[in-house]
């Protein structure tokens, strides 16, 4: 156990280091949340002198990168001075051949949904163990209003999954994150659709609107670039 996890470890740091490739000198760029994007945090202070600046997708990450000396912007002054970030780093929880994602396991979803989609491109970064042919093995995290826990929980079982409310937490914007269990997902937007219209649903973990552009995916072999 603890060997795959040093071997999933050293996969994470490896597709973490290799994203910088993508991060382009005097832009603006958004990083996710999360144990890779944390390894991507680490290897950007580096360079931190050659970029503008990062928008956040959470405050564990806004601390992480003020840590490293890398400053922090509000997405809102961010857009006032360029058109778009120039890009999006973050993980995944699942990705499948489409390049959707499921995402929040760490229940940061709706930050990253909104700096995703603020930015040019999406570089995902994950270990082999993220790839999926349907998406929904891992549990889909949903954050919702607090006043719109039990609709939106009739509203999963009806779709025939199990939610199950995460125990002592509440996200940055402070809600509660429903996770659903035992979802097949065949139709990736339909479903993100269709969850995104259910009244307190302030937005679900299935990423395929703001999909990933590439995938940088660790394997025991190297990093494997799916564009
Ligand atoms: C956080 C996320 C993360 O990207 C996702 O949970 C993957 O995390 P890790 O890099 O630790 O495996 O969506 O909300």
Redesign the pocket.
């Known amino acids: 156990m603890i060997r795959n996890e040093t071997k999933q470890n050293e996969m994470?740091q490896q597709v973490a280091e290799a994203a910088l490739e993508y991060v382009k000198a005097d832009t603006i760029i958004g990083v996710?949340?999360?144990?890779?994007?944390n390894m991507f945090i680490d290897a950007l202070a580096a360079m931190k002198d050659e970029i503008l600046g990062a928008v956040a997708s959470s405050e564990a990450t806004a601390a992480r990168l003020s840590g490293h000396g890398i400053d922090v912007m509000d997405l809102n002054e961010a857009l006032t001075q360029v058109d778009a970030l120039s890009v999006y780093i973050?993980?995944?929880?699942e990705f499948d051949a489409g390049k959707n994602l499921t995402?929040?396991?760490?229940?940061?979803?709706t930050r990253?949904k909104i700096v995703a989609a603020a930015s040019d491109a999406f570089v995902c970064i994950v270990d082999e163990s993220k790839q999926v042919e349907h998406l929904g093995t891992f549990p889909l995290p949903i954050e919702v209003i607090p006043m719109a826990g039990a609709l939106v929980a009739n509203a999963a079982r009806e779709l025939g999954g199990e939610p199950v409310l995460r125990e002592d937490f509440v996200t940055d914007n402070g809600n509660i994150i429903i996770d659903v269990h035992g979802l097949k997902i065949t139709d990736a937007r339909g479903l993100e659709d269709h969850l995104n219209s259910i009244p307190g649903v302030v937005t679900n973990?299935i990423f395929s609107h703001q999909g990933a552009d590439v995938v940088l995916m660790g394997t025991p072999k190297g990093v494997k670039v799916i564009d």
């Open positions: 994470k996710g949340t999360g144990s890779t994007a973050d993980g995944a929880d995402k929040g396991g760490g229940g940061a979803l990253e973990g």
